[in-house]
C-alpha cells in the first residue's frame, strides 16, 4: 500500500475517494476501528464512505491501494453497496473520540481528544496508535498544550463516553456542503446531533435544517429554546420555514411566528395560507425583482449575490412599484443569459419577455411540473388577481415537494439499479 506510515484520521474526513480508474465514487466520513479482547489497541478494519444520494457504504481496508491527505485509492472497481451499519464490537473513531475527555499516563492530566492516529504494521494490518490529546487548563484565557501519546497513555478511549464535546466534530464538519452536514447529523445518537446542531450559528443552523427530514427539523428546532428557534427560522428561506412550521401544531405555529421580527414573520404566515401542493405552497416569496426603469448592469450585480441559490438568480423579475411581494403590476422577466447579451447601460424594460403565460397560486404542483418542463424554465412566476407578483417557483421547489416525503431521510433511500447480490463481500 503506497501511503505514509501513521494518519491522522480527521485530516482523512472529507478526502475524496477514487476507484481505480481515477472516477470519484464518494469521500470519507469516518474510520471504523474493531475493538480488541486484549488491551491491544482497536484495529482498523475499514473506511466509511459516502456516496451519491448520500448513501454510507463500508470500504475495507483490504481493499484500499493508497491513502494520503488528498484522495483515498481503491483497488478494485468493485463496491459492496450495502448500508454501513455498525457492529458492536466496532467504533467510529470520528464520531465517538473527538473530544472525549481523557486523562495522561502518568499524573492523570485531563486533557480532550483532537485526533486519532492509525499506523499499518509490516503484517499489514492497521491499528489505532497514536493519540492527540490537548490539556485542559482550567482557564479560559490559556490554551493547553498538544500531547501527542501511545493509545496505552491514554486513559478513558474505552467504552461509552456521554461526556463528549462538540468542538472539534464541528471542525471536521465545518467545511461541508449543508446537505453533507445534514446528512452526516443524521447518523449521529439524537441527543450528540441536538447537541452538535444547537452549536452551529443560527444561519449556518438554518441551512442544514432545509436539507434535513421534517422529523429531524422538528426535533432539532423543539430541542432549541423558542426565542434561538425564532432567529432560526428567521434565517431561513420564507418557503423553508413555512414547511418546517407546517409540521407543527398550529399553537406553536403561532408561538414562533408572534416571537420573529415581523418584516420576517409576514412572508411566512402568508405561505402558509396557500392549500398543499400548489404554487403558492412552494413558491419562494423572495425572488430577484427590479423596477423596469433598472439597468442590465444592476440586474447583474444583483444576481451575483452570493446568499443567492442558482435556481433564484438564474432570472430577474420586472414589476412596477413597490418590489417587495406583492409587488406592483408584473411586466415579464429575464433570464441571466439575456443580461449577459445586452449592452450594460440599457433598461429592464427594453429587453423584458412576457409572452409565457404566470403561475396562479392554485396552480397545481404537475401543472407547474408540465409547464416548466415545457418551455425549459428553472423559474416561473407567480402572479394574483390583480396582476400582481406573489412568488415565483423554482425548480428545486418542484423537486423537493415531488419527490417521497422521506427523499431527505438517508435511511430511506437506495441505489438506483444497485443489488446486494454478486457485490464484493467486505465487513461492515
Known amino acids: 500500500m503506497s501511503t505514509p506510515a501513521r494518519i491522522y484520521i480527521a485530516r482523512l474526513a472529507g478526502v475524496a475517494v477514487f476507484d481505480p480508474n481515477g472516477d470519484q465514487v464518494g469521500r470519507v466520513r469516518d474510520a471504523v476501528a474493531r475493538l480488541q479482547a486484549t488491551k491491544r489497541p482497536p484495529e482498523v478494519v475499514g473506511l466509511v464512505a459516502e456516496m451519491p444520494m448520500r448513501r454510507r457504504i463500508f470500504l475495507s481496508i483490504n481493499r484500499i491501494t493508497s491513502i494520503d491527505a488528498d484522495a483515498v485509492v481503491l483497488g478494485s472497481g468493485t463496491l459492496n453497496l450495502r448500508r454501513f451499519e455498525k457492529r458492536q464490537n466496532e467504533l467510529l473513531?470520528?464520531?465517538?473520540?473527538?473530544?472525549?475527555?481523557?486523562?495522561?499516563?502518568?499524573?492523570?492530566?485531563?486533557?480532550?481528544?483532537?485526533?486519532?492516529?492509525?499506523?499499518?504494521?509490516?503484517?499489514?494490518?492497521?491499528?489505532?496508535?497514536?493519540?492527540?490529546?490537548?490539556e485542559q487548563t482550567g482557564r479560559l484565557t490559556r490554551r493547553g498544550h498538544l500531547h501527542q501519546v501511545e493509545w496505552d497513555r491514554v486513559r478513558g478511549l474505552s467504552g461509552i463516553a456521554d461526556n463528549r464535546g462538540t468542538a472539534n466534530l464541528l471542525a471536521v464538519l465545518e467545511d461541508m456542503r449543508p446537505a453533507d452536514l445534514a446528512n452526516a447529523l443524521q447518523d449521529l445518537p439524537?441527543?450528540?446531533?441536538?447537541?452538535?446542531?444547537?452549536?452551529?450559528?443560527?444561519?449556518?443552523?438554518?441551512?442544514?435544517?432545509?436539507?434535513?427530514?421534517?422529523?429531524?427539523?422538528?426535533?432539532?428546532?423543539?430541542?432549541?429554546?423558542?426565542?434561538?428557534?425564532?432567529?432560526?427560522?428567521?434565517?431561513?428561506?420564507?418557503d423553508d420555514a413555512a414547511d418546517l412550521l407546517n409540521e407543527l401544531p398550529p399553537p406553536e405555529q403561532d408561538v414562533l411566528l408572534d416571537l420573529m421580527e415581523p418584516d420576517e414573520a409576514d412572508p411566512v404566515r402568508q405561505l402558509l395560507?396557500?392549500?398543499?401542493?400548489?404554487?403558492?405552497?412552494?413558491?419562494?416569496?423572495?425572488?430577484?425583482?427590479?423596477?423596469?426603469?433598472?439597468?442590465?448592469?444592476?440586474?447583474?450585480?444583483?444576481?451575483?449575490?452570493?446568499?443567492?441559490?442558482?435556481?433564484?438568480?438564474?432570472?430577474?423579475?420586472?414589476?412596477?412599484?413597490?418590489?417587495?411581494?406583492?409587488?406592483?403590476?408584473?411586466?415579464?422577466?429575464?433570464?441571466?443569459?439575456a443580461l449577459l447579451r445586452e449592452p450594460p447601460a440599457d433598461l429592464l424594460g427594453k429587453v423584458v419577455v412576457n409572452d409565457i403565460d404566470p403561475l396562479r397560486p392554485t396552480t397545481s404542483l404537475p401543472e407547474i411540473t408540465r409547464r416548466?418542463?415545457?418551455?425549459?424554465?428553472?423559474?416561473?412566476?407567480?402572479?394574483?388577481?390583480?396582476?400582481?407578483l406573489v412568488g415565483a417557483v423554482t425548480v428545486d421547489d418542484v423537486l423537493d415537494h415531488s419527490l417521497p416525503r422521506d427523499w431527505r431521510d438517508r435511511n430511506a433511500l437506495a441505489v438506483p439499479g444497485a443489488t446486494d447480490e454478486g457485490l464484493d463481500g467486505a465487513d461492515g
Request: aromatic share 4%; net charge negative; with cysteine.
Open 372 to 388: 416548466m418542463a415545457t418551455y425549459d424554465l428553472v423559474a416561473m412566476p407567480v402572479i394574483d388577481r390583480n396582476n400582481r
Open 93 to 134: 473513531v470520528l464520531q465517538e473520540l473527538l473530544d472525549r475527555r481523557v486523562h495522561l499516563d502518568p499524573g492523570g492530566q485531563p486533557g480532550a481528544v483532537v485526533d486519532v492516529a492509525m499506523e499499518c504494521a509490516r503484517s499489514g494490518e492497521w491499528s489505532l496508535t497514536r493519540v492527540a490529546v490537548r
Open 190 to 238: 439524537d441527543a450528540r446531533r441536538n447537541e452538535v446542531a444547537a452549536a452551529l450559528d443560527d444561519e449556518r443552523l438554518a441551512d442544514v435544517l432545509s436539507e434535513l427530514p421534517e422529523r429531524d427539523q422538528v426535533e432539532i428546532l423543539a430541542a432549541l429554546d423558542r426565542e434561538r428557534a425564532a432567529v432560526v427560522l428567521e434565517e431561513m428561506d420564507p
Open 273 to 337: 395560507k396557500y392549500t398543499a401542493g400548489t404554487a403558492g405552497s412552494v413558491m419562494t416569496s423572495e425572488p430577484v425583482i427590479l423596477p423596469p426603469d433598472a439597468t442590465v448592469a444592476e440586474a447583474l450585480a444583483r444576481i451575483r449575490e452570493p446568499q443567492l441559490s442558482p435556481a433564484v438568480a438564474a432570472q430577474v423579475f420586472v414589476t412596477r412599484a413597490p418590489q417587495n411581494t406583492p409587488t406592483g403590476r408584473y411586466l415579464g422577466m429575464v433570464h441571466f443569459q
